[in-house]
């Protein structure tokens, strides 16, 4: 099983307690003599605050305590932005737990009650009277820079956060040829909302005896909030632990640290027993973090053959009322260097503002500044596409990069890993049908139907890892990773990562990587996160980089509990270290397989120690810290194909296809998302469709769109199976 076991599509080892609700996530803790908070918001979004009365609601039936910012003066600092974009005249706006004296967004901390039970904690808070004048407010970034706009910070003018820029080639230049073509647009790149099954909470335990605070987080990111806490309240990191059990859903929004997780660990030190705090959804709409919140003005110039010289934009970038932990990054570095996409662009220039506005903080988000720099250049070159009347394929392939495999320097800075975007474009255009759908299109509308086909390509730096940029770039940490694998004397092993997956299936992945390296079973091996106390620094799991940096770390780990194994091997069976050679779990002399030693073996008398080379010392474990060299680069090409109802507007889904660059599939099932033949259930079929049982998802009858496999016609349960 082991030679093979990577590439190999087993059932997710997380699935099991997920689906069953065995699962621990942060809300299901429960501690002796636990108290529950409930933290009362803003319901303006400017407002000053001129007077709050807690008297009635300390009063309330089962109530402990109320605090506001005047009761955590001094004992909570200012939450840290952790991304310090150098370069950008950066102004940073105090971000209080609470706020203090004005509220700057609808959803703002203005006071916390705790109570014996959550909703005794929630009624009191009905209880609480704030009397507030409000203000004027101000919400779209383009606008809140006008010099008449609403001020959300008085030692920030114009409320500009911070202006970057990134230039490339001679984009005036490009602009004023002769024998030019410019399209212009204006585009919104609109607020989201993430939306994860698991609302953000914070349970907190303090130890007065000790001075040590344990805090179960539904968090990304472990380590960090580590950090942070220590910045925020004072407790010293080696006092302080932080607990990420299963996290349902984090998209980005579970990177950032909030006001509630200090606010619930402040609660905890003042009442010295623990509490725990959990969002609504109506707080989770209004308190967790948003995405996106771009105006972008864009112009492209291109030659009359459809060839781009130059790209030309200003993005008012939204940050909300405060600079979340990574947000000024995402409108920067995650944005402006990919304008470029998977295009010979010679010429780029982009003016990036970052704007206070009285919203709800913005930060990582399903992609984070990629999207929005795809999307642009995507609706550009579409435009382009009409005004020059070229079939909008057509014009990407006249400007897609030629393909490489030893690096690419796009004009932005970036040095792209590897890509053929000209395959991507043309498997897509093939899998989808390009020609006849346009055809299909063409005699649509002439019977009056409004068919629509879209095709994108894009490029996304991935990977998020070399440390020296992130220095160069402003994040206030490292972003390599680490693990740590450990041999029991019974050949079974730990593995501990610094990273904290939450859903992308490392727990599965990557005992698959140790497994295939080093012959034992899969089901032998643990990976451990999520716990700071026993995992090394990491981190955290975001920017597409676990596998990709933290999966880099375990395979090297594993490299050195290999070379420490064939050593210790050679010793037992008195040969030259350089004659073992390794197969399949087994450390052999060249030449004669039959000496030999399983690496069970090696770690039974690694552990005891009874006959050890002069110099090595005992165990069978290793540590490793990666930090890559460089970004990934993964790419691809999408397809869609939509129906507009001319009377109702209703857009409705036909087709769509994607091919995208993932490199070696550790586990098919987990990338793909497909059911292996054992699994799939007795088949629905509606109007010659096919509705899988087990993964709620539409399938072709003559070709499943999940697995990519033929389906057997014959078999009554519509199973998949290998062509």
């Known amino acids: 099983m082991s030679a093979t076991i990577f590439g190999s599509g087993i059932r997710r080892r997380e699935d099991p307690r997920l689906m069953t609700g065995t699962g621990i996530f942060t809300d299901d803790v429960v501690l002796p003599n636990m108290a529950h908070a409930a933290i009362l918001r803003s319901p303006y979004a400017h407002a000053r605050i001129t007077r709050i009365d807690t008297a009635r609601a300390s009063a309330g039936a089962g109530v402990l305590a109320v605090y506001t910012a005047a009761d955590t003066e001094g004992a909570l600092k200012a939450i840290p932005c952790l991304w310090l974009v150098p ?11 609470f706020a203090k004296d004005v509220v700057r967004y609808v959803g703002d901390s203005v006071a916390v009650v705790v109570a014996e039970t959550r909703y005794q904690a929630q009624d009191a808070l009905d209880l609480i009277d704030v009397d507030y004048e409000p203000l004027p407010a101000v919400v779209d970034p383009q606008r809140a820079v006008a010099a008449d706009a609403p001020q959300l910070h008085a030692d920030i003018p114009g409320n500009q956060a911070f202006h970057w820029t990134v230039a490339g080639g001679d984009v005036d230049a490009a602009f004023n040829a002769a024998d030019v073509v410019v399209v212009k647009e204006r585009i919104i790149q609109q607020r989201l909302i993430p939306t994860a099954m698991e609302p953000r909470s914070a349970v907190a335990q303090w130890v007065p005896a000790t001075g040590e605070l344990t805090l179960w987080n539904t968090t990304q990111n472990p380590h960090i909030v580590r950090f942070a806490c220590s910045v925020v309240t004072g407790v010293p990191e080696d006092r302080l632990r932080v607990i ?14 909030y006001p509630g997780d200090f606010i619930t660990v402040f609660c905890a030190m003042k009442l010295g027993r623990p509490v725990k705090w959990t969002e609504t959804r109506r707080e989770n709409y209004v308190a967790t973090t948003h995405g996106r919140d771009h105006v972008q003005e864009v112009e492209l110039a291109a030659t009359r053959d459809g060839r781009i010289t130059g790209l030309r934009c200003t993005v008012w970038a ?10 000024p990054g995402i409108p920067t570095i995650l944005h402006g260097l990919m ?7 010679p010429a780029v220039k982009e003016d990036v503002y970052g704007v206070y506005t009285n919203t709800t903080p913005v930060e990582a988000y399903r992609g984070a500044g990629r999207p929005e720099a795809s999307f642009m250049l995507e609706r550009m070159i579409d435009r382009l596409a009409r005004e020059l009347k070229i079939d909008p394929v057509e014009v990407r392939r006249r400007n ?3 393909p490489f495999d030893a690096g690419h320097t796009v004009i932005t800075g970036l040095t792209y ?3 053929n975007y000209q395959r991507a474009l043309d498997l897509v255009l093939d899998r989808g049908g390009y ?3 346009r055809s299909e299109q063409a005699d649509a509308r002439k019977r009056g139907r409004l068919i629509g086909i879209g095709v994108s390509t894009y490029v996304e730096v991935c990977g998020l890892g070399p440390s020296q940029v992130a220095g160069a770039v402003g994040f206030q940490g490292g972003l390599w990773e680490s693990a740590i694998v450990r041999f029991h004397p019974t050949g079974k092993v730990n593995v501990f990562i610094g990273a904290s997956p939450h859903g992308q299936g490392e727990e599965t992945t990557f005992a698959q990587i140790v497994a295939s390296q080093l012959g034992v079973s899969v089901n032998d091996v643990k990976v451990v996160h999520g716990d700071t106390d026993n995992t090394p620094m990491g981190w955290g799991t975001y920017g597409s980089r676990t596998t990709a940096v933290g999966g880099a770390a375990l395979a090297t780990a594993v490299a050195k509990i290999k070379d420490k194994a064939k050593r210790l091997t050679a010793h037992l069976l008195e040969a030259a270290p350089e004659d073992i050679e390794y197969e399949d779990g087994k450390f052999f002399v060249k030449g004669s397989p039959s000496r ?9 008398m690694a552990n005891v120690a009874w006959n050890m080379p002069p110099g090595m010392e005992a165990g069978l474990e290793a540590t490793s810290f990666y930090d890559p060299p460089n970004f990934v680069y993964p790419f691809g090409a999408h397809l869609a194909v939509v129906e507009v109802d001319r009377e109702t507007g209703r857009v409705d889904l036909k087709k769509y296809v994607a091919v995208d660059d993932c490199g070696p599939q550790i586990n098919p099932v987990i990338v793909e998302g497909r059911c292996t033949a054992a699994s799939c259930r007795e088949s629905d079929r509606r109007s010659g469709r096919e509705r899988c049982m087990t993964r709620r998802v539409n399938c072709s009858p003559d070709r499943c769109r999940i697995t990519r496999f033929r389906v057997r016609r014959n078999c009554p349960t519509s199973r998949c199976s290998r062509p």
């Open 87 to 97: 370069g950008s005249d950066l102004k940073v706006g105090a971000y209080p737990a």
């Open 244 to 257: 990420a059990p299963e996290v349902g859903g984090g998209f980005g929004s579970k990177i950032a640290q």
């Open 400 to 402: 897609l990069i030629p």
């Open 596 to 604: 030999f030693k399983t690496i069970q073996d090696v770690a039974l």
């Open 339 to 345: 304008l470029s996409g998977p295009y010979t662009v």
């Open 417 to 419: 890993d590897s890509g």
């Open 435 to 437: 020609t006849a759908l």
């Open 318 to 327: 939204g940050m909300g009322a405060y600079l979340s932990t990574a947000a």
